[in-house]
């Protein structure tokens, strides 16, 4: 069963960057999908975007061209690149795991805070 560790969350000015990281264990890594989703404080959680085994790709269209998704299976590692960051970008970001498909994100890390200033 694959369990994600979450770093890389901090406090960063609008308009500059930061890259999360969800380092995975588990032998079948390779073969999970991977999301991203994120919790402003009184909101719902937000789906961010998702990467397949195969590395196909899916944004939220509000994200898409600013948020990166990418995976590194020799590290079993999924990142999420944030470019151009905005004061409404803050939020606990969470990577989730879909090792049944179909998007069902049944695991899980602890999610890390992201906060932007203006």
């Known amino acids: 069963q694959v369990q994600l560790v979450e770093s890389g969350g901090g406090l960063v000015q609008a308009g500059g960057s930061l890259r999360l990281s969800c380092e995975a264990s588990?032998?079948?890594?390779?073969?999970?999908?991977l999301g991203w989703f994120r919790q402003a404080p009184g909101k719902e959680r937000e789906f961010v975007g998702r990467i397949s085994s195969g590395s196909f790709r899916y944004y939220t269209d509000s994200l898409k061209g600013r948020f990166t998704i990418n995976r590194d299976n020799a590290k079993n590692t999924v990142y999420l690149q944030m470019n151009s960051l905005k004061p409404e970008d803050t939020a606990v970001y969470f990577c989730?795991?879909?090792?049944?498909?179909?998007?069902?994100?049944?695991?899980w890390g602890q999610g890390t805070q992201v906060t932007v200033t203006s």
């Open positions: 588990g032998r079948t890594f390779n073969r999970y999908g």
């Open positions: 989730a795991a879909d090792p049944a498909g179909g998007s069902s994100w049944s695991i």
